[in-house]
């Protein structure tokens, strides 16, 4: 769904980047001139969490609200990272509210989410996928079946979502084959199979993260193209570096599973493509330049390496080490930089964050803003900037994600 919404806000155009083996992740940046001396990324994504709880949970609806504002029913793809943010706390209080909040969009007779709580047939399959990610950690934290079942059944959906001739299509019944719904639906599919051990979840990851890799990986850089129109054919030559994160992911856990080096290889390729300090995901300032609405994915998908392959293998050892620097530089920014210190709401570009952030910024950085910039302004509310649910969830997520490496 984010991708209609948003689709020019975050096209990240990574032509003509460059590769080179061996792969060597070095960090030499020196453009920070001030930083907080002290970050801990656990207690980040404590207070960054609970004050995301606390602006946007809303007792009376039950549901997330869209805006600190006043109540607005979000999209499901947000309410996934949100709920994803709220289950990562790993405190079962927050499973029944998180679990009944998505089930509002359920589509009953296609088993399907839809991306409004009209639950129509207006269905997404990447928010489905970030759906079931999120059953998948109720389950893991509270041991109900149902929540495993509700996974199950949003994976029934995607797969039926597979078209014909190769790829998960990208809205029901739709004529698109994105990236994002192949590397997160195998993602999910991964995840599907380690809770339940049907190998039918491990099979379709492969047949699906197989297909992107054979139709819409380019070969020159390793990374994603936006996806396959298939009723043209024509290949949208965008790349997003969610998309990137999220086959990290997926790379991750087949290769935890097969011990496969072709799926190790196929992460390293994709870590020294978006990971190694520079690249097309990296701003003049030596940061990643992606919105953090996006970035999470990112962090996730590294972590995930570093989780999953890190101690798996005496190569994927190295590398996470790398990784693990990489990540927390990365999120040490994010929380010196995109953080109002008097709300500590977070924002996802400097152009449009209100004046305590940007002039913080731009004392630190002589290079102009490292965010892609929005195409929108922040709205405001009663004066005041209105946050938003997913780039504050968002910002939990990747202190959670720097935690974790
Ligand atoms: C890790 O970074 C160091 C420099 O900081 C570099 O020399 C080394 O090659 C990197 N290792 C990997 C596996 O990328
Ligand atoms: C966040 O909320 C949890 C649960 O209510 C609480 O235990 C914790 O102390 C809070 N952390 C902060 C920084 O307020």
Redesign the pocket.
Known sequence: MVLGQYFLSFVILILGATTAAPISLTYSYSSTKSSSSYFNAY?AF??S???T?SIFWNYQEGSWSDSGCSYTSPVLWDSAVAGGAALF?N?P?YVGYITTQLSKYKNSATGGYSSTTAANTDIYTDDNAQTVWVFLDAYKLSGNDDYLNAAIGIMEFIQGQWYSEGGIRWSYNGEYLASISQTEGALAAVRLYEATGDEQWLSFSKQVINWAIDNLQDPSDHLFYDGLQINTGSINKGKLSYTVGTAISTFSYLYNIEKDENWLEQAELLIQASASGSGALYGSNGYWNNQLKYSYLLFQGLADFYNLVGINSAKGWQLSQNISSEINRQAQYVFDYYQDGTTGNYYDDISSAPPSVSSKYKEAFTTSSSSSSSSSSPGTCNGNYVPSLLTNSAAARIFYEAWRV
């Open positions: 207690s404590d207070s969490f609970n004050s709880w706390t405190n209080y």
